[in-house]
Nanobody, 121 residues
């Protein structure tokens, strides 16, 4: 199993910046892709950014050019740098990790508890 703990959320003004961090612990070996999702009130959960173990990244169109995802495999950490924040970025942000189970021959998905990001003047 994998435990994910997010930090760094809070209140920011439009145009401001925040950096989210996610620490993975437990059975971190064989973790493959990691990423960030968000869910705003009344909206469905959406992918914000993802990064593979090899460093390939994928971003939602709405955050391209503003957000950047990175990871430190040695520390089992993944980060989301959020710049030029907009009110529509307000949501609960969830860290996600996928780990391959050799015993079960399947890929399991893990989620953090979420961290609130509020963008408001």
């Amino acid at each position: 199993q994998v435990q994910l703990v997010e930090s760094g959320g809070g209140l920011a003004q439009p145009g401001g910046s925040l950096r989210l961090s996610c620490a993975a612990s437990g059975r971190t070996i064989s973790i493959n892709a990691m990423g960030w999702y968000r869910q705003a009130p009344g909206k469905q959960r959406e992918l914000v950014a993802a990064i593979s173990s090899g460093g390939s990244t994928n971003y939602a169109d709405s955050v391209k050019g503003r957000f950047a995802i990175s990871r430190d495999n040695g520390k089992n950490m993944v980060y989301l740098q959020m710049n030029s924040l907009k009110p529509e970025d307000t949501a609960v942000y969830y860290c996600n990790a996928r780990r391959y189970s050799y015993a079960l021959e399947r890929e399991d998905t893990y989620w953090g508890q979420g961290t609130q990001v509020t963008v408001s003047s």
